[in-house]
T-cell receptor, first 113, second 114 residues
Framework: GQQVMQIPQYQHVQEGEDFTTYCNSS?????IQWYKQRPGGHPVFLIQ?????EVKKQKRLTFQFGEAKKNSSLHITATQTTDVGTYFC?????????????FGQGTILTVHP | NAGVTQTPKFQVLKTGQSMTLQCAQD?????MSWYRQDPGMGLRLIHY???????DQGEVPNGYNVSRSTTEDFPLRLLSAAPSQTSVYFC?????????????FGPGTRLTVL
């Protein structure tokens, strides 16, 4: 079954408000990837985090990997209507399972203008 | 580069019918995989391949077959469609190695089984 739990399932915000989605695991994650899927579209890779405590930024998006590598978060500052979509975290496997991803359930973001 | 392509985009089947979902990539990626997406379930891995001639099962393989005769193509076969297989199917590919396994997804096939 699912090894990564993602919350919240839904988030409605007014344009300009901040947004955060969280990804949690009971086991240590090898690495974490984040994807965005626009309505009716396909998942698009955003970023990969590998190191404990890692923080990466992409313009208004900030990605964090927990010190224990059991959780991760995606924070969007000052949301825009173009941020609408579903955000997924996914654990990437290593070793002989390299390339396999286990996805969280996703957070559906709605932005009201 | 076209990236990852999938055909058809939409398909309606009757219970018991068979069909093949096509997937091709032109990025010379070793790794290819099939996911299904259902509401509230995220994406679940069906089958994957780490190279031509090598396939393995994912989380939900029952009712699906795959083969990988070339690096470029990774078709998914439904031998006897069931309503529970109504879903959106995504094919994805990535490089192997290098510590970066960004997945490139195709546009998806929306399948309805009546």
């Amino acid at each position: 079954g699912q090894q990564v739990m993602q919350i919240p399932q839904y988030q409605h915000v007014q344009e300009g408000e901040d947004f955060t989605t969280y990804c949690n695991s009971s086991t240590t994650l090898s690495n974490i990837q984040w994807y965005k899927q626009r309505p009716g579209g396909h998942p698009v890779f955003l970023i990969q985090l590998v190191k404990s405590g890692e923080v990466k930024k992409q313009k208004r998006l900030t990605f964090q990997f927990g010190e224990a590598k059991k959780n991760s978060s995606l924070h969007i500052t000052a949301t825009q209507t173009t941020d609408v979509g579903t955000y997924f975290c996914a654990e990437g496997a290593g070793g002989t399972s390299y390339g396999k991803l286990t996805f969280g359930q996703g957070t559906i973001l709605t932005v009201h203008p | 580069n076209a990236g990852v392509t999938q055909t058809p985009k939409f398909q309606v089947l009757k219970t018991g019918q068979s069909m093949t979902l096509q997937c091709a990539q032109d990025m010379n990626h070793e790794y290819m995989s099939w996911y299904r997406q259902d509401p509230g379930m995220g994406l679940r891995l069906i089958h994957y391949s780490v190279g031509a001639g090598i396939t393995d099962q994912g989380e939900v393989p029952n009712g699906y077959n795959v083969s990988r005769s070339t690096t470029e193509d990774f078709p998914l076969r439904l031998l006897s469609a069931a309503p529970s297989q109504t879903s959106v199917y995504f094919c994805a590919s990535s490089r192997l190695g290098g510590g970066d396994n960004e997945q490139f997804f195709g546009p998806g096939t929306r399948l309805t089984v009546l």
